[in-house]
């Protein structure tokens, strides 16, 4: 190799940057070490790239789309740094630094732990949700300066963490600036989104990017929280007649409550068998006796509200002095029960 083909290797004359590969790169350091600059040489910046000269730890010049030949006339912050002359025309160093501008898409935000909220309906509740981001590089100076700093690469994996966290601390935010309750954020779930990338997009400019994009796939509360839920839910679907949900619910216990006194569940199987069968007996007189009210007054009148048959009272005395005996009872409440069930006797 000759002198001539060693001195020119010392020189860059062509400074580009091709993003071979799509692995997420938000930041890239032109491999200048050791090398200078040709005076004239050429810079090309393709669409969704950013390019940054830094001298000395200072960033000069920041360019756009385009090609460009290096001079002074290109570079006036440069110049002013070195103290160039208008002419001068050597060979120089610095750091060049291209920045992608392009979406980073399918970034993913969630909650791993469920946030409380302020609930117009509920007062507060704890909920989860999930969805997707996008997000670009807006401003090169202060990303540089404030994250991606002399690294040689600096990818959108590095910044996950960071990023998903703005997202959840800025969700409560915007639960509340949307104004809609939870029961009703599952059928706004658009405008929700719009909410929380309004409450995030300061954090993110403060970092040089742009939150260009949310979406909320789902909302939804802890699975204690949502039998609390469903609970209301089917309260609201029988109304307001507890009448009618203490029947539903007596009716979904029975099943359950016979097959733990089938196996022998032992005392707290007798208690709730026993109440159980006391609590639906109870409800079924009361409502046989408004529909008797309802459709034959004079029955009605006539008919007491509940009986029970004599064997049945027996039996149901006989339990109760068994629990009386283990001391679930005492004796005030077993003297209570029995004169309750003796004036059902027929």
Same mark, same amino acid.
């Given at each position: 190799?000759?002198?001539?083909?060693?001195?020119?290797?010392?020189?860059?004359?062509?400074?580009?940057?091709?993003?071979?590969?799509?692995?997420?790169?938000?930041?890239?350091?032109?491999?200048?070490?050791?090398?200078?600059?040709?005076?004239? =040489?050429?810079?090309?910046?393709?669409?969704?790239?950013?390019?940054?000269?830094?001298?000395?730890?200072?960033?000069?010049?920041?360019?756009?789309?385009?090609?460009?030949?290096?001079?002074?006339?290109?570079?006036?912050?440069?110049?002013?740094?070195?103290?160039?002359?208008?002419?001068?025309?050597?060979?120089?160093?610095?750091?060049?630094?291209?920045?992608?501008?392009?979406?980073?898409?399918?970034?993913?935000?969630?909650?791993?732990?469920?946030?409380?909220?302020?609930?117009?309906?509920?007062?507060?509740?704890?909920?989860?949700?999930?969805?997707?981001?996008?997000?670009?590089?807006?401003?090169?100076?202060?990303?540089?300066?404030?994250?991606?700093?002399?690294?040689?690469?600096?990818?959108?994996?590095?910044?996950?963490?960071?990023?998903?966290?703005?997202?959840?601390?800025?969700?409560?935010?915007?639960?509340?600036?949307?104004?809609?309750?939870?029961?009703?954020?599952?059928?706004?779930?658009?405008?929700?989104?719009?909410?929380?990338?309004?409450?995030?997009?300061?954090?993110?400019?403060?970092?040089?990017?742009?939150?260009?994009?949310?979406?909320?796939?789902?909302?939804?509360?802890?699975?204690?929280?949502?039998?609390?839920?469903?609970?209301?839910?089917?309260?609201?679907?029988?109304?307001?007649?507890?009448?009618?949900?203490?029947?539903?619910?007596?009716?979904?216990?029975?099943?359950?409550?016979? =097959?733990?006194?089938?196996?022998?569940?032992? %005392?707290?199987?007798?208690?709730?068998?026993?109440?159980?069968?006391?609590?639906?007996?109870?409800?079924?007189?009361?409502?046989?006796?408004?529909?008797?009210?309802?459709?034959?007054?004079?029955?009605?009148?006539?008919?007491?509200?509940?009986?029970?048959?004599?064997?049945?009272? %027996?039996?149901?005395?006989?339990?109760?002095?068994?629990?009386?005996?283990?001391?679930?009872?005492?004796?005030?409440?077993?003297?209570?029960?029995?004169?309750?069930?003796?004036?059902?006797?027929?």
């Amino acid at each position: 190799m000759g002198l001539g083909d060693f001195i020119r290797k010392q020189f860059v004359d062509v400074i580009q940057w091709t993003e071979d590969g799509d692995d997420g790169v938000l930041a890239w350091r032109f491999p200048v070490s050791g090398q200078e600059i040709q005076h004239g =040489a050429a810079l090309t910046v393709r669409e969704s790239q950013l390019a940054v000269f830094v001298d000395e730890g200072r960033i000069a010049d920041v360019f756009g789309p385009g090609m460009y030949r290096l001079t002074t006339q290109t570079l006036p912050v440069l110049t002013y740094l070195k103290n160039w002359d208008k002419f001068f025309q050597s060979p120089f160093k610095s750091d060049v630094y291209f920045f992608s501008t392009r979406q980073q898409l399918d970034r993913r935000w969630g909650t791993s732990q469920p946030v409380t909220v302020r609930d117009r309906d509920f007062g507060a509740v704890r909920l989860r949700a999930f969805g997707n981001y996008a997000f670009r590089v807006e401003d090169a100076r202060r990303f540089h300066t404030a994250v991606s700093g002399t690294r040689e690469r600096y990818t959108a994996e590095d910044l996950d963490g960071q990023l998903r966290a703005l997202m959840l601390q800025h969700l409560s935010d915007a639960v509340a600036s949307s104004g809609v309750p939870f029961l009703d954020l599952a059928a706004n779930q658009v405008m929700f989104a719009a909410r929380l990338r309004e409450a995030a997009a300061p954090a993110f400019a403060a970092l040089g990017l742009r939150l260009e994009l949310v979406t909320v796939q789902n909302v939804s509360l802890p699975e204690e929280l949502q039998k609390v839920l469903d609970q209301r839910i089917g309260m609201g679907m029988v109304g307001q007649d507890m009448g009618r949900f203490m029947q539903y619910q007596t009716a979904q216990a029975i099943p359950a409550l016979a =097959a733990q006194g089938g196996s022998g569940s032992g %005392i707290a199987g007798d208690a709730m068998g026993l109440g159980a069968g006391i609590a639906l007996g109870q409800v079924l007189a009361q409502q046989l006796g408004q529909g008797l009210q309802g459709t034959m007054p004079s029955l009605a009148a006539a008919a007491p509200v509940a009986t029970l048959a004599p064997a049945d009272v %027996i039996a149901t005395l006989e339990r109760l002095g068994e629990l009386k005996a283990k001391g679930i009872l005492t004796e005030e409440e077993f003297s209570a029960k029995k004169a309750e069930l003796l004036k059902k006797l027929v």
